[in-house]
């Protein structure tokens, strides 16, 4: 794929302008995700992620053949141009490095009931699975003070006690009612 040193500067121009505005984009949405702006489940931005991504992956494909292609003339026209083409390359490995392709799947699947025959398998570990999978709610801390006008009926708890003296004290007690669930439900006889 030998290009004409005339065309040659045009096209890089043009990979390196659409290289930018596609991980530019790719990175403000997934922070978006990240920051909970929007709700995921009204707006399907996980699928223009994917489409970010995928196009990164074809420009990032179409740089590096015209970087190995005309090495020599590239160098001499945009040096930074092997920056840009790696950098486009970033958005596919880091979705990589977090789900796996091997995780996608678009095979048929039903929530309702599980098949004790033949049980799904994860394909994570336990740890994996457990991990928080929310961002950081800046909203929500935001909003406070649009809850607390809302709800002006609602009084906040304080204690005289230390936090951690509190949060140990609801701990016991959460155990305690736990176990006294448990010792009352194995009680019974059916």
Partial sequence: MKIDESKLPKLLELVSFLS???????????LILEFNMV????????????LLVF?????GCVGTSV???????????????????FICWL???ILQYVYGVQNFSFAPFNDIITNTANPPQFRLSRSERQLHVGGFDLW??????????????ISSITFLALPDLVYECALRTAYAQLEGHYQGSS???F
């Fill in 187 to 189: 009680s019974q006889s």
């Fill in 55 to 59: 196009l990164n992956f074809a420009i």
């Fill in 91 to 93: 958005p596919v490995a």
């Fill in 67 to 85: 970087l190995f292609c005309n090495l020599s003339a590239v160098r001499s026209l945009r040096p930074d141009f092997a920056l840009l083409v």
């Fill in 140 to 153: 929500g801390a935001l909003q406070a003070s649009d809850k607390i006008a809302a709800h002006p009926g």
């Fill in 39 to 50: 709700d995921r489940w009204k707006y399907p931005i996980d699928y223009f992620i994917g």
């Fill in 20 to 30: 930018l505005s596609f991980v530019f984009t790719t990175f403000f949405c997934v």
